[in-house]
């Protein structure tokens, strides 16, 4: 086309945002012969790690080892990184109701030897607690002693903080599945581009939540937010009831879901749990292909990473909802 056409000839829109569609479209009215474009893409993200035979992470991957599949047939990798040199936006989710009371200070211990060990320089946190009510004790901050001094006041019996999710009228209970599903949609959602995690210290039981299980489990994986799963069960007399292991395998089941892992803080070294999570923090690979799903498809598509790198293996989330 001429140069000195008018731009009134010719209109060039072009709308991207991650995970959504990107929809270009090029037209030209005032010349027959311009073609037309029209590309729906649907790009699919996916945070994963990869350990090897002996268990370590591995560090050292590229792309060629790399292989993605939809609902069973590969898919071809649009993006591929290692995201270790990625700023952190993590958040800590902590359930202070009523059977999480023996933990709590145990809680502040644990996030402040977390904190100090997997925070770096250009990372930033955020601290929610909840019971039948979501509170930000701490908004999106790099200072520790920030945190740390804003959940000591919380601890202290001070409530004065903001609420995410909507005004609820819970007069008891705990919102274990909203304190999840609105710390992704509501502050992880915000976030600066790069990894993307929760760590949710509690025993996984629920009682008051507008939000199911699922509808946790689809938020997360919609943004792509790994959920490590600490969990804290007291045992009455040694014994687990029934409510005690329904809240187990939800957790277990929301960090398998989203690529983490879960974790029971009563038994082994805690402090080697959360090195461990720092670690894979900082080692994890993201991939991206373009979907080729329907308009109105809503249906969940199962996704599954894969390396030839032989004795290693991938852990990513199980899957995505289409939108």
């Not at 959940?151 to 007069?171: K, N, Q, S, T, Y």
């Not at 395998?249 to 960090?255: F, G, L, S």
Request: net charge negative; with cysteine; hydrophobic share 35%.
């Amino acid at each position: 086309m001429p140069s000195h056409i008018s731009l009134k000839c010719a209109d060039a829109r072009l709308a991207v945002w991650r995970g959504l569609i990107v929809v270009l479209v090029i037209s030209a009215g005032c010349n027959a012969q311009t073609p037309v474009f029209h590309s729906n893409v649907n790009l699919i993200n996916i945070t994963f790690t990869v350990r090897g035979g002996d268990r370590k992470l591995i560090g050292d991957l590229n792309r060629d080892e790399v292989e993605v599949f939809e609902d069973g047939i590969q898919q071809k990798v649009s993006f591929f990184s290692r995201t270790s040199d990625l700023p952190l936006n993590l958040g800590l989710i902590v359930d202070a109701s009523e059977s999480q009371a023996k933990f709590f200070k145990k809680h502040r211990r644990d996030i402040e030897n977390f904190l100090k060990n997997v925070l770096g320089p250009q990372d930033q946190t955020f601290l929610l607690c909840f019971g039948n009510h979501l509170r930000l004790v701490s908004d999106f901050t790099k200072s520790v002693p920030q945190v740390i001094q804003n959940l000591d006041r919380f601890e202290h019996g001070e409530r004065d903080f903001p609420e995410i999710g909507p005004v609820e009228d819970r007069e008891e209970g705990t919102a274990f599945y909203d304190s999840i599903f609105y710390s992704v949609t509501e502050k992880q959602a915000s976030s600066d581009h790069g990894r993307r995690a929760l760590i949710v210290f509690s025993d996984g039981e629920d009682n008051s939540s507008a939000h199911h299980m699922l509808d946790a489990i689809e938020a997360a994986q919609t943004g792509d937010v790994l959920v490590y799963s600490v969990r804290y069960t007291e045992a009455k007399k040694g014994h687990l009831t029934g409510r005690n292991k329904y809240g187990i395998r939800v957790m277990e089941r929301i960090a398998r879901d989203t690529g983490a892992v879960d974790f029971d803080a009563t038994k082994g070294d805690l402090d080697q749990t959360f090195r461990d999570i720092g670690a894979e923090l900082h080692s994890l690979y993201e991939v991206a292909y373009h979907a080729s799903y329907k308009p109105h498809d809503i249906s969940f598509h199962k996704v599954m990473v894969q390396t030839t790198r032989d004795g290693a293996a991938v852990r990513a989330k199980s899957g995505y909802f289409a939108k």
